[in-house]
C-alpha cells in the first residue's frame, strides 16, 4: 500500500515557529558541540538553522561537519582540555554529543567553573557507564526489565549458569561504543563471547565484568527525554537497527540506522512508559542525588507484559538523533537555554508530523497510474484518492492498493512491486516486504496461482 510516508527530509530548514520561545531568546549566543559523529553533524546542522544562535563550533568534528561548522582538535576524555577549550571561545552553551566525556565526569568541570553544559553529572550518567549498576537502579526503583542471570568476572562460573533456554542476551559491563553486547543463539556462541570478554580482554576494562541476562520478545523502542532531573520534553519516537545484516542478522553495531515516525507511539503506550519507567527513573534518580539536565535515552522493548527497559543512554542516540533533528519543529538552542535556566516546564515543544499513520498530507498530485497498469498488468485499486479535472491527488493516508496475479507468489510480487515503483507523489511510502515474513508451502501456492497487493 502506498502511504504518506514518515518524516524523513524536512522541505524548509529556516521556518522555526520563533513565536513560541522568544522568552529564551539571546541572539548572541555561542555553543559549541562536542563529538565527531553523525549524532553531533545533525545537532551541528540544527543549531545552525536556529533564530537564537550566533555561532556554532565544534570539537573535534569530522570532513562533514568542518563544512558547516569550524572545528577544533579535542580529545573527548581529557576533561581539561575541553573546559579551556569552552572557557577560550567564551561559549555560551556546550552540548554533548557522546558519553564517553559524560562518564569522564565533564559537566561537574564544567559547574565548578560556572560554565554551562548539556549532559548529566558523572554520577548520573553512571546509568550509561555500568550497565550492571543501571540493572541495580532499576531494580532499586521498581522499572520492568529482563530478568539478571547473573554478574561475572570469570569466564567458567559464567558459562556454567547459561542453562538451556535460548537465546540470551550477554553484556560487557562498560562502555564499548555499542558493541558490547551479544544476543546469544546458543551455548557455543554464548561461551566464545563470554571467553573473549573476560579471558582475551577484547573489550578492556569495559568488560572485566559481564551480566547475562534473558532475552526479551517484541519490537524495540528508542524513547528519549530532555530533562532537568524533574520536569521533561519527549522527543519524537524512533526505532534504531543494531544489526548488521539485513532482516536483523548478524553482530550488533552502534547502529545501521533509524527512522521516526507517529505510528511507533500511541497515547496509551506513551502514558505507560511515563509512568512505569520514565518518571521512576528521574525519581530514583533524585532520591539517589544523582544530577541529572540533558537527554537522558530509554532503550524499550515492547513486550507483551507491557513495555520493559534494556538500557539506558545518558545521551542522544545515534544514528536516533538525525530523524529527530529533521522532525524537530522549535528553537533546539531555545530549548537548551529553557533547560539551562530551570524553565523547561514552560518550553512548548513541536514537531512536524511524523506520517501515516500519524498526521500526513493530502492533496498532492499523484503520476504514473496509467503506466503502472498498462505497462505491468497490474491493477491499481484506489484507496485515498480524489479526481479533479482528469488528474488523481492524495486524500487520506492509504492512497493506492497495487495488485497482481501470477503463477506463484514470487511472480505476482514482482508484477506489483514494478508497478508500484512506477507511481509518484510527495510523502509516497509503502513496504518493501510484503508476502516475504510467513512461509508458504511452495508447491501447493504455485499449483493454485497467487495474488499480491503493496499497499500504501
Not at 561537574?108 to 549498576?133: H, M, N, Q, T, Y
Not at 551455548?187 to 559481564?210: Q, V, Y
Not at 511515563?274 to 537522558?296: C, D, H, M, W
Not at 510527495?426 to 508476502?435: C, F, K, L, Q, T
Request: glycine share 10%; net charge negative.
Amino acid at each position: 500500500m502506498l502511504r504518506s510516508r514518515e518524516y524523513t527530509q524536512s522541505a524548509d530548514h529556516s521556518d522555526v515557529d520563533t513565536a513560541r520561545c522568544d522568552v529564551y531568546r539571546d541572539t548572541t549566543m555561542k555553543i559549541l558541540v562536542l563529538g565527531s559523529g553523525g549524532r553531533e553533524h545533525a545537532l551541528v546542522w540544527k543549531l545552525r538553522r536556529s533564530p537564537s544562535v550566533d555561532t556554532v563550533w565544534c570539537a573535534p568534528g569530522n570532513g562533514g561537519i568542518s563544512a558547516e561548522a569550524e572545528c577544533f582538535p579535542a580529545r573527548l576524555d581529557d576533561v581539561d582540555s575541553l573546559v579551556a577549550l569552552a572557557q577560550s571561545l567564551h561559549a555560551d552553551i556546550t552540548v554533548v554529543g557522546p558519553e564517553v566525556p559524560l562518564v569522564c565526569g565533564v559537566a561537574d568541570a564544567f559547574a565548578s567553573r560556572g560554565l554551562r553544559l548539556v549532559g548529566p553529572s558523572k554520577r548520573g550518567a553512571e546509568l550509561e557507564g555500568s550497565k550492571i549498576f543501571a540493572k541495580e537502579f532499576m531494580a532499586r526503583h521498581g522499572i520492568a526489565t529482563a530478568r539478571t542471570i547473573g554478574v561475572f568476572e570469570s569466564a567458567a562460573p559464567a558459562i556454567a549458569a547459561l542453562g538451556t533456554d535460548w537465546p540470551l542476551v550477554i553484556k560487557a559491563d562498560g562502555l564499548c561504543a555499542g558493541k558490547g553486547v551479544l544476543v546469544a543463539a546458543d551455548r557455543a556462541a554464548a561461551a566464545s563471547f563470554i571467553e573473549s570478554a573476560l579471558d582475551a580482554r577484547e573489550f578492556g576494562e569495559s568488560g572485566a565484568r559481564i551480566l547475562i541476562e534473558e532475552s526479551l520478545r517484541g519490537p524495540e523502542l528508542s524513547y528519549i527525554i530532555l530533562t532537568d532531573g524533574q520536569n521533561f520534553i519527549p522527543l519524537a519516537p524512533t526505532r534504531d537497527h543494531k544489526r548488521v545484516f539485513d532482516q536483523d542478522c548478524g553482530p550488533n553495531t552502534g547502529g545501521m540506522g533509524a527512522y521516526s515516525a507517529d505510528g511507533l507511539l500511541w497515547p496509551e503506550l506513551e502514558v505507560q512508559i511515563e509512568q512505569t519507567i520514565v518518571r521512576p527513573a528521574l525519581e530514583g534518580l533524585a532520591k539517589e542525588n544523582r544530577p541529572y539536565r540533558g537527554f537522558l535515552y530509554f532503550g524499550l522493548m515492547l513486550t507483551s507484559a507491557g513495555p520493559k527497559l534494556l538500557e539506558f543512554n545518558c545521551r542522544l542516540g545515534d544514528p536516533e538523533t538525525q530523524p529527530i533533528m529533521m522532525r524537530m519543529d522549535f528553537d533546539l538552542a531555545a530549548a537548551f537555554q529553557a533547560l539551562l535556566e530551570s524553565e523547561l516546564n514552560r518550553f512548548d515543544a513541536n514537531w512536524k508530523p511524523g506520517g501515516y499513520p500519524g498526521p500526513f498530507g493530502t492533496g498532492r498530485k499523484i503520476a504514473g497510474l496509467k503506466d503502472a497498469e498498462s505497462g505491468t498488468g497490474a491493477k491499481v485499486f484506489h484507496a485515498g484518492t480524489k479526481r479533479e479535472e482528469g488528474a488523481y491527488y492524495t486524500s487520506s493516508g492509504r492512497v493506492l492498493g497495487v495488485t497482481a496475479a501470477g503463477k506463484d507468489l514470487p511472480t505476482a510480487l514482482a508484477t506489483a512491486y514494478s508497478a508500484v515503483e512506477r507511481i509518484h507523489f510527495e510523502g509516497a511510502h509503502y513496504r518493501r516486504d510484503i508476502g516475504t515474513s510467513t512461509p508458504i508451502r511452495g508447491e501447493r501456492m504455485a499449483s493454485k496461482g497467487a495474488a499480491a497487493v503493496a499497499e500504501g
